[in-house]
């Protein structure tokens, strides 16, 4: 077969969409170096994946990083099935994380909707509607105590309650 024919058949993926699927496994790789030893532990990776992955973690300089983390992503390429698995479970650990994130920022929101005055009896109403277990008298009494002289304690404990009260099975942040 000569040349032109193998770039004209169509069963063979073309060689940029052999070096993007490179790429992209290489981004992978960097991505996995990057995570925390205890995301790693989680993620049953196999023993020469994770022995490469601490080879990473100790390379003292730039290139040298940048070397084991190709020698990882030629690892990680001669195992497509496990990598595509491995992609998914990121793709869901960034979700959770984005969710997590989410309900974080919206119950900052909700905390500082408490601290403002002219924003706290909405607020109120809100919580009574979506955390019917909170103690809402406590609640008040914190926020009162941020509203007269900006007691950072009490504005950390009315986050603390509202983040306990999304953890109860019965009440829900949305």
């Known amino acids: 077969m000569s040349r032109d024919e193998k770039e004209n058949d169509p069963s063979e993926p073309s060689?940029?969409?052999?070096?993007?699927?490179?790429?992209?496994?290489?981004?992978?790789?960097?991505?996995?170096?990057?995570?925390?030893?205890?995301?790693?532990?989680?993620?049953?990776?196999?023993?020469?994946?994770?022995?490469?992955?601490?080879?990473?973690?100790?390379?003292?300089?730039?290139?040298?990083?940048?070397?084991?983390?190709?020698?990882?992503?030629?690892?990680?390429?001669?195992?497509?099935?496990?990598?595509?698995?491995?992609?998914?479970?990121?793709?869901?650990?960034?979700?959770?994380r984005y969710e997590d994130q989410k309900r974080f920022?919206?119950?900052?929101?909700?905390?500082?909707?408490?601290?403002?005055?002219?924003?706290?009896?909405a607020a109120m109403e809100e919580i009574g509607g979506t955390f019917p277990a909170i103690d809402r008298e406590l609640l008040a009494r914190l926020a009162g105590s941020v509203h007269s002289s900006r007691d950072k304690r009490a504005f950390r404990e009315i986050f603390r309650l509202l983040k306990n009260a999304t953890e109860t099975p019965e009440s829900s942040p949305e």
């Open 15 to 96: 060689r940029s969409a052999l070096k993007r699927a490179a790429k992209a496994v290489e981004e992978l790789a960097e991505q996995l170096a990057g995570l925390p030893p205890s995301q790693l532990a989680r993620l049953a990776l196999p023993e020469d994946v994770a022995a490469e992955l601490r080879l990473v973690a100790k390379a003292a300089g730039h290139g040298a990083r940048k070397r084991q983390i190709k020698h990882l992503a030629g690892l990680m390429r001669r195992n497509e099935e496990w990598t595509a698995k491995l992609q998914e479970l990121l793709d869901n650990s960034d979700q959770v």
């Open 105 to 121: 920022h919206r119950l900052e929101s909700l905390r500082d909707r408490l601290c403002d005055p002219e924003m706290f009896q």
